[in-house]
DNA sequence: TCAAGCCGGTTCATTATTTGAACCATTGGT
DNA sequence: ACCAATGGTTCAAATAATGAACCGGCTTGA
């Protein structure tokens, strides 16, 4: 791993819940030793991607990071594109619908978007992380990821959010197959307990997964009605998402039903 | 420089008006060797920092910034108190308000707020780049920075953006003592034809300006009453701005006036 | 009150990484 | 068919990164 890999990596650390972390703490978690920590975060600091906060040193984020994203989403208006799918997605199917890509072996969300309709909805933040195991997202990506990158997500230590969590890497393995025939993933209260979201994985330009996009209900409101809605419009949402992204399903990747209920059935 | 610093500095060659790039011509904007520039921009895309196009192979920044740019607006959301104040601004004043951040020897727009009051407005982008040397904004933020910035800053070739455009050191820094002394700066024509813009530099927790806050109207527009009341109400919403933020002004910068207008005929 | 233990930060000989000239393979224009 | 670009790769030589030990300051608790 290079010099400015090791950089970069020590952003990783910073997330929702530790917004700001001390040089020891840095040290300790990325098993750097701390002289090389505090060299390459003083890098980091003098470009404004990291910056001390006043008392007890820490670091945090740094402003750099708004000016950049202006700019890429100026050259990649992917947040607006997929805004707009999200906005008809959630507002045909009365639920909360987000997207979000994959970023090492773990979802972050990019953007959501709310229908104003019932009293409870499920709810979203940007940059929320996600995990592919527990997560329809994450089913959606790994069944329509490299074989390799499933065994090394699947051989580390799985996490059970909820009781409802699946944990065992040879039951997630037996779901890719039937996920990657009609397309699409579900999960229901894998990663926080009521929510049933489903989920469909979303390609570049290469015809590489590179996140998914899901609609997530509460449990109590999921009917076959709803299912079936939910299923036909965010296969049609997912597509033209990675079309507008300019990207490509893969040719396996199966079209989305106009007249044979067969998949859905076999969904349901 | 250390090669992190290296690495990072080559995101700076992205800009609005070239969004991606080719390895040689980075490599030749910046002087490197060709090889280094690739290893580097390497480093980059396996962390989302940049991504290659299909076609030229040419680079663009990645989607690892929106990601990191949502989680520094969740643990510091300037944006959001920046637009607060920058939205009462333009309502007030019935003309363009936006901030931008110093970056290096130049500013970038953080956020911006229309007024919609009037058939013709000053028109703002984010991340869009005002020069230090030509906009009411820059020159706010050199009367408020070290002397050996300034002197960085002015030894460089200064460019004329317009038939306006002060590009002489000496009637630069001959400006900047009154600048001190009302807390304000103004520019007539001097970055694009036709807009007169106030500016008030922003202050961070250590009294290091870290940019400024500005109004920007047609010179059409501008009356004694519009350049009151633009005075009046820049300088509370810079200072409060200031404050929002956890920072201070220096204890030489001078208060707004309340009941002495004495600052403001030398302004006028 | 004092000492131990933490913190962020710094030093400098040792070590490992970066560097760059020369080299491919492709592509596009003349 | 050629030339001049392009993106990308190689490997000995040069340079920069590394980390144990060290500061001084702060907090803790005996």
Redesign the pocket.
């Known amino acids: ?7 970069l990596s020590l952003l990783n650390y910073f997330s929702r819940s530790t917004p700001q ?8 978690l990325s098993g ?12 980091l600091a003098s470009h404004g991607f990291v910056e ?1 906060v006043g008392a ?4 945090r984020l740094g402003p750099a990071f708004l000016r950049l994203a202006a700019l890429r989403e100026k050259a990649v208006p992917m947040r607006e594109l997929v805004m707009a799918e999200l906005k008809t997605l959630s507002e045909v199917t009365g639920e909360t619908a987000h997207m979000s890509l994959l970023n090492g072996d773990v979802l972050s969300n990019l953007a959501y978007s709310y229908a104003h309709l019932h009293g409870t909805m499920v709810m979203m933040e940007d940059a929320e992380v996600l995990e592919l195991h527990s997560t329809g997202s994450g089913l959606a990506v790994l069944a329509f990821s490299p074989t390799s990158f499933v065994d090394t997500v699947l051989n580390k230590p799985l996490v059970a959010r909820t009781s409802e969590t699946i944990t065992d890497p040879k039951a997630i393995r037996a779901q890719l197959p039937q996920i990657r025939r009609v397309g699409m993933a579900q999960s229901i209260g894998g990663f926080e307990q009521d929510v049933h979201s489903h989920a469909a994985p979303i390609f570049d330009a290469t015809s590489h997964c590179i996140g998914a996009m899901a609609v997530a209900a509460p449990v109590s409101r999921m009917t076959d009605t709803l299912r079936t809605t939910i299923q036909t419009e965010l296969a049609h949402a997912a597509r033209r998402t990675t079309r507008v992204l300019g990207g490509f399903p893969p040719d396996t990747f199966p079209l989305p039903d106009l007249a044979a209920p067969a998949a859905e059935s076999e969904l349901t």
């Open positions: 791993m290079g010099t400015a890999s090791k950089a972390i001390g040089l020891s703490d840095i040290a300790r750097m030793n701390k002289a090389t920590v505090h060299r390459l975060m003083s890098e001390q007890g040193r820490e670091y």
